[in-house]
């Protein structure tokens, strides 16, 4: 499998989300909206996702999704825009060690399809365990300080707070 294949079955993947996290999803994200609600809210349901996974990923804990009927899927990574951010995303997952993808670069090239297919999985499970952790982050925040969710710089104060705790 060449770069681009690989690259392309990473982007018509779907990760997924628990279902407990929907409402929140629904509450700070817009899908179609032409006014907003009671809360700040991002765009499309991916760019909270992608949010998400940035708070996990400053956080440092990634808490894979166990499980299949739990879940959810998101958009396929194809579709999230800006695509910068998209590929920063998958940047960071493919600068992990190898002791967090379990697999070493060098092996792709002797790896036939159905086991590179298993490193894609192996990826995909990454981003959606940050996403994970993410979202029960923003779902205890929310809880807890809901007023804070009607500021416009909520989402930026998130990050630096989690940036924060990293340097701790």
């Not at 007023?147 to 990293?166: C, G, H, Q, T």
């Amino acid at each position: 499998m060449n770069y681009q294949r690989f690259k392309q079955e990473i982007d018509n993947r779907k990760p997924r989300y628990l279902v407990k996290y929907h409402q929140l999803v629904d509450l700070i994200s817009r899908k179609g909206a032409t006014q907003g609600g009671d809360y700040i809210q991002f765009g499309a349901y991916y760019q909270t996702y992608m949010y998400a996974f940035m708070v996990g990923y400053h956080l440092g804990d990634c808490q894979p999704i166990s499980g299949s009927g739990e879940s959810k899927d998101f958009a396929a990574i194809s579709h999230w825009k800006p695509i910068e951010i998209s590929d920063y995303i998958q940047m960071l997952i493919l600068s992990e060690p190898e002791e967090k993808l379990h697999f070493k670069w060098t092996d792709l090239d002797n790896m036939d399809d159905d086991q590179i297919k298993d490193c894609i999985t192996t990826i995909i499970r990454r981003i959606e365990g940050y996403a994970n952790v993410g979202f029960e982050y923003i779902q205890k925040k929310f809880d807890d300080e809901k007023d804070a969710f009607k500021s416009p710089f909520v989402f930026v104060n998130i990050l630096r707070e989690v940036s924060e705790k990293k340097k701790v």
